[in-house]
């Protein structure tokens, strides 16, 4: 991927007018319709830098590539050619200092984007994430801990039939599952539940949210 820079100059701001005199009063101080000011305009005016901020706000957090128009109305309004100036702007910010990415043209929009040079630290961070998915094994036992909380260990094992000691342990090295407390019997043996990071993991607001087994019956007779 090559560096792709907007061909669009960069606007330079216009000197602002000297402040009017003590016994002048202030022209139109609430945006009035009937001067042509707004009192709602965006940050920044007519600088690249004033807006910036904001647009790279959006684009760092933006999950595919957004058009100028929808930035300038996330902007509050600002124009397409503000809004590529300040991309010009920003672009120019990256260089200089030595960033890792840039913002480019893509798909009609624009996008944050990694410079290619660092392609192999990105493919070596996705072959870690693949590396520390779930076995079926950790799956399972972890469904099990999630529908029957708090469970015990020997539980765990009847539903699954085999041993689970080394599930166990690296389902709470992932921080998924934790000892949430013991059981009032014999030995007082630890119960077993899911943690916050098991809800960020799986999308869900609380282990009600869980799918229900009717639910899973139901797209089995679909499928």
Request: charged share 20%; hydrophobic share 40%; glycine share 10%.
């Amino acid at each position: 991927m090559s560096d792709v820079k907007p061909a669009v100059d960069v606007v330079e701001s216009t000197p602002a007018s000297p402040p009017p005199p003590p016994d002048t009063p202030p022209k139109n101080p609430s945006g009035d319709p009937e001067s042509g000011e707004a009192s709602g305009a965006p940050s920044g005016g007519g600088d690249p830098a004033g807006i910036a901020p904001q647009l790279e706000a959006a684009l760092l957090t933006a999950d595919r590539a957004i058009s100028s128009g929808k930035l300038g109305e996330v902007l509050g309004g600002a124009q397409g050619a503000a809004v590529n100036a300040a991309i010009t702007w920003l672009n120019d910010q990256y260089e200089q200092t030595g960033r890792s990415f840039r913002i480019e043209a893509v798909a009609g929009g624009w996008r944050m984007m990694t410079l290619p040079q660092y392609a192999g630290v990105l493919e070596s961070l996705a072959k870690k994430r693949q590396d520390n998915k779930l076995s079926p094994a950790a799956m399972e036992t972890l469904a099990i801990i999630a529908y029957k909380q708090p469970v015990l260990r020997a539980d765990i094992e009847a539903v699954r039939g085999v041993a689970c000691g080394e599930v166990l342990k690296s389902l709470m090295e992932r921080q998924l599952i934790r000892i949430v407390g013991r059981a009032e019997e014999i030995g007082r043996p630890m119960l077993y539940g899911t943690t916050t990071t098991f809800l960020e993991v799986f999308g869900l607001s609380s282990v009600k949210d869980l799918p229900r087994a009717d639910e899973f019956k139901l797209q089995q007779a679909k499928s």
